[in-house]
């Protein structure tokens, strides 16, 4: 049961104050107050009431059920709202954990960002122009027929032959998105004609010309419910200034004076497709191409990654700023991450087209997904395992082999290498390392038994990591810098341990190494549309993330672009 209310059916509320009425208020007054109280207590009881009133305003006419029963089923009104407005606060503070949760989600600093100037805008304003020139090629144009005086017409067959969109510009409008603005251009048009002027039967063909044509588009650029970059909304004005015909054919010079006539109604189905145009090429087509750019996709077997927005793009009068979350995941268990405490990039340039921003938190992520995944093992075993290490190894043993079993001293030798803890990335303006702490056992390998384990050692390693960016993938390269061992159970072994520095160092380089490189030279794939690629990088470390310029190709055009990604979107 609710506080501030009964739950007894307003009904039976009313059969009780009748009984009571009857019983115990002789006088009959309609409003239930006891006249015996004080008269200070019955103007509070009054006031109450009119509060009450005020706060659940649904009462029940008096004439229709008597005075007592509607004034009994309006306070029995008035105590049910009272539980379910009750009700409705406890149902609702359920969510406020949640509601929180998202908001600290949220506020969670990028590890991707994205920065696309002014002067990539003028390289996409062309493919933009292209792909809208070959739009409006399209519009299908419906036939015109009516009467003008003596004249009888038909106009059929209605195509856009050319486009002179001369005066084109593509930029930012802040805090919205983009504006494609076209001013004074042209566009001319072809239709046959089949006029009937008393006895006079004439066909022929018509050419008109659509001039001072200015279009208008302002597109929204949005974050959707995936975290994927999308245009939300577009507003569009488009106007046709004046338009012009030429007639051809025997009587060209009669019909010149239907010109204006055809040309009006000519000009109006143009100004009234032009703008549906855009609006479908954008929101269907441009959509649909945005949506090759990966959001959450797989890497490889075992991680993938989140490239979703954090939040709607952030457009300033030269640019457009996008933060993703550039986090990888474990396949295995893609809830379990990473949390984001490093450094968030910062792009201060707008000298090349695009920018690309990456945390340290980005490659750490990574190294973490992998390290959840369990690949960070390696056994150095028979022919893996390098002919003079294995000879150093077994004297470096020998000892330890003898007192075990003298019968085992030809038996084949290993390493286990073990990673402990998710490696760590280091950015400064000098370069980036990576930080490796490895566990290593040397283990005998006798045939038929399980392998004994004659030490273990710590290693710590650290490496260069060289990132470069070709087309569309990021990938790195490693150089071993740094090398140490010591061991794990006494200062003495780890003086023993010295000789043995130089030759694990050489078959790290020679053997771990270059299975590393091989792995990340594959590289992982930025956020990108299919049909755009990376040219002319420049790569420039910071303290705590790496800012990549480029310049930005493409490889086909945006309706091939959008073309390619529908035949694909059909395949499936």
């Known amino acids: 049961m609710c506080l501030g209310g009964d739950s007894t059916n307003p009904l039976e509320q009313s ?55 509607a004034a009994s089923v309006s306070g029995g009104i008035r105590a049910s709202m009272s539980c379910v407005v009750c009700k409705m606060t406890k149902s609702w503070l359920w969510l406020l954990p949640f509601l929180s949760a998202s908001c600290v989600l949220s506020s969670d600093p ?33 036939e015109m027929q009516g009467n003008e005086g003596r004249f009888q017409y038909t106009i059929t067959d209605i195509k856009i032959i050319a486009l002179d969109l001369t005066n084109v510009d593509l930029g930012f409008i802040p805090t919205v998105g983009l504006l494609f603005d076209v001013q004074n251009s042209s566009i001319t048009l072809s239709f046959h004609r089949r006029i009937l002027y008393w006895f006079f039967y004439d066909t022929g063909l018509i050419n008109a010309s659509a001039e001072g044509v200015n279009i208008h588009t302002a597109l929204t650029l949005i974050r959707d419910l995936d975290g994927r970059l999308k245009i939300g909304n577009i507003s569009c004005d488009a106007k046709i200034n004046r338009m012009r015909a030429q007639f051809s054919g025997t009587l060209s010079k009669v019909y010149d004076f239907l010109a204006s006539f055809l040309t009006t109604g000519m000009r109006f189905l143009l100004n009234q497709k032009l703008c549906p145009v855009l609006d479908h090429a954008a929101l269907v087509h441009v959509n649909s191409m945005l949506d090759t750019v990966p959001v959450r996709s797989e890497v490889d077997d075992y991680i993938g990654i989140d490239y979703s927005l ?4 952030q457009v300033s009068q030269r640019s457009l700023d996008m ?91 290993a390493l286990y290498l073990t990673v402990t803890s998710p490696p760590k990335t280091s950015i400064r303006t000098s370069g980036a390392t990576v930080s490796v702490t490895a566990n ?28 470069s960016m070709k087309g569309k993938r990021l990938a790195v390269h490693a150089d071993l810098r740094r090398f140490k061992i010591f061991s794990n159970q006494s200062a003495l072994e780890s003086l023993a341990l010295i000789p043995l520095q130089a030759p694990l160092k050489t078959m790290l380089q020679m053997s771990v190494v270059p ?37 930005l190709h493409f490889s086909k055009g945006l309706r091939e672009m959008i073309q390619g990604n529908t035949t694909r979107a059909s395949d499936l």
Do not use: C
């Not at 706060?55 to 008597?66: A, K, M, Q, R, Y």
């Not at 290593?440 to 990132?467: C, D, W």
């Not at 594959?522 to 310049?551: Q, S, T």
């Open 15 to 69: 059969h009780k104050s009748d009984h009571n009425s009857q019983g115990g208020n002789k006088s009959g007054s309609s409003t239930g107050t006891d006249r015996t109280l004080p008269r200070e207590q019955r103007e509070d009881s009054k006031r109450a009431q009119r509060t009450e009133d005020k706060e659940f305003p649904w009462t029940v006419d008096p004439g229709l059920v008597g005075a007592r029963e």
């Open 110 to 142: 990028p590890g991707v960002k994205i920065r696309i100037t002014d002067r990539g805008l003028d390289m996409l304003k062309a493919e933009t122009q292209r792909f809208v020139e070959q739009e409006i090629s399209d519009i299908v144009m419906p």
């Open 310 to 313: 954090l939040s709607d793009p």
């Open 323 to 413: 933060d993703f979350r550039g986090m990888f995941f474990s396949l295995a268990n893609e809830n379990e991450h990473l949390p984001n405490v490093a450094v968030e990039p910062v792009i201060r340039e707008y000298d090349r087209m695009v920018y690309l921003a990456l945390s340290e938190y980005f490659f750490d992520s990574g190294m973490f997904a992998y390290y959840k995944a369990g690949i960070f093992t390696m056994d150095i075993a028979n022919e893996r395992m390098p002919r003079d290490l294995e000879v150093l190894l077994r004297t470096t043993y020998l000892g330890a082999i003898v007192m075990m079993n003298a019968a085992l001293v030809d038996a084949p030798i």
């Open 440 to 467: 290593v056992r040397v283990m005998l390998l006798p045939a038929g038994r399980e392998p004994i384990q004659l030490s273990s050692m710590t290693m710590e390693n650290k490496f260069n990591a060289k990132v």
């Open 515 to 551: 299975l590393i490189n091989n792995w990340t030279k594959r590289g992982v794939r930025i956020p990108l549309a299919d049909g755009m690629d990376f040219i002319e990088e420049v790569v420039e470390y910071h303290n705590g993330f790496i800012v990549i310029g480029a310049n």
